[in-house]
């Protein structure tokens, strides 16, 4: 009787992804020194994904925080939806009765009456022109914008004070501070027999706002709610009524069934139709800055295509070596599958690491590189925000990293498909 003969490692693990699979394809990824430029690539590949992957983050992070902020600015000034005069230029003579209703609706958190008008602001140093928006004292104070820890000087008392409340940008332009006086010039002003004679009035300046968004604090003019009707010559009427809501997302339906409870004479105007082309901009520039920086992701994982090729051309008697010992073709593709695979997925979760580490850190980050450059990366006066803004989403996040390692591992196809249909003959022969 003779002896039992031995399993070779790869007849007795012959599982796939066994130990015996893994062992062999870690080993492919520390190559000898005649395969530096093979390693050369893996190294390039994997620092791609990382960087691709770490940048989209990053954008994706930066472009939702854009949208978040730039509509919270927006609509902390201008609500969830306008209540207005179906006749244009007409004041709401109604607007108490109009508020009342819009109180009582369950979806209304806030109906807030205000007098608007276009006027010229003037001081010794500059002449700008502002909108001026007339609101009472108790609504005032409920604009966190404006109500806030920067406020300087104060709202209380300020339906009385015949004053007004301006940004901190138009304060600097007119070189005022509170106790200052502005000069206000309204085209509108009493008929007479030579027509319409533009109002002037004084006001002293009761208190300087840092809303956070720079067109609101160089442009925007507060004053008590009664002082801007006679100012305004709007009569007991409101220009319009701003609404906020708990769902801003699903203004439009609330509106539908606030129109049938409030009832004719009025229209609506939600946040989504007044700032289309704010919302459209941004979902346009965000899905072209996904688009791109998703093709750095794929042309780091084509270097996996090239790096694999090249390994399995020099790998050619190892892999005949395994076949002879017993490695099936399935054993020999998911060796160089893995070996891809590894590269793929080690790349992505460093990439996802530091794109959130970048994330977190996004405004110390560009605060340092502006120190450092001498360099403004952030004007205030163009993207309207006084910091840079992230906001990580989870599921895209998640979305990022699988799509990356998805990329990886289709990478990894064809060349693993090429080692496993090698001849072991031929690979012998000619190795």
Request: glycine residues 10%; positive net charge.
């Amino acid at each position: 009787m003779t002896a039992p003969q031995a399993n070779t490692p790869a007849q007795s693990d012959t599982k796939p992804f066994s130990a015996f699979e893994r062992m062999i394809a870690m080993r492919y990824l520390r190559p000898r020194r005649k395969e530096g430029f093979v390693s050369a690539i893996a190294g390039f590949s994997f620092v791609g994904i990382m960087l691709g992957v770490a940048a989209l983050i990053i954008v994706m992070a930066v472009m939702n925080g854009f949208r978040t902020e730039l509509l919270k600015q927006v609509l902390g000034f201008n609500g969830h939806a306008m209540v207005l005069p179906i006749a244009s230029g007409q004041p709401i003579a109604d607007f108490k009765i109009r508020v009342k209703l819009l109180k009582q609706q369950p979806e209304v958190v806030k109906a807030i009456p205000f007098v608007e008008g276009q006027i010229l602001v003037s001081s010794n140093r500059s002449n700008t022109g502002a909108l001026v928006r007339g609101m009472s004292e108790a609504n005032l104070k409920t604009l966190k914008g404006i109500n806030n820890k920067s406020l300087r000087g104060t709202l209380d008392g300020f339906d009385k004070a015949q004053g007004v409340a301006i940004g901190y940008k138009m304060a600097w332009q007119h070189g005022v501070g509170v106790g200052g006086k502005i000069t206000l010039v309204s085209p509108e002003g009493p008929a007479t027999v030579f027509g319409s004679v533009p109002r002037v009035r004084t006001y002293p300046v009761v208190a300087v706002f840092d809303a956070g968004m720079s067109e609101y604090d160089k442009n925007v003019v507060f004053m008590g709610f009664e002082e801007a009707q006679e100012y305004f010559v709007s009569e007991d009427g409101a220009t319009a009524i701003e609404l906020m809501v708990q769902d801003p997302e699903i203004i439009d339906e609330v509106i539908t069934r606030l129109k049938t409870a409030v009832g004719p004479g009025i229209q609506f105007v939600s946040w989504k139709s007044s700032n289309a082309s704010l919302r459209n901009a941004l979902v346009v520039e965000r899905n072209v800055m996904f688009l791109i920086l998703t093709l750095i992701i794929l042309i780091a994982t084509l270097n996996i295509i090239s790096g694999l090729i090249m390994l399995v051309k020099g790998k050619g008697p190892d892999i005949a070596i395994l076949r002879t010992m017993g490695a099936s073709k399935g054993a020999i593709q998911r060796i160089f599958f893995m070996t891809g695979a590894i590269i793929g997925i080690l790349g992505t979760l460093v990439g996802v690491v530091l794109g959130v580490v970048v994330c977190l850190n996004i405004e110390s980050i560009r605060q340092g590189l502006e120190k450092l450059s001498g360099m403004t990366l952030f004007p205030k006066e163009i993207y309207y925000l006084s910091q840079l803004p992230a906001e990580l989403n989870v599921a895209e996040t998640v979305f990022v990293a699988l799509m990356a390692i998805s990329f990886s591992f289709i990478a990894t196809l064809y060349p693993s498909w090429q080692a496993a249909k090698l001849d072991p003959v031929e690979a012998l022969r000619y190795g």
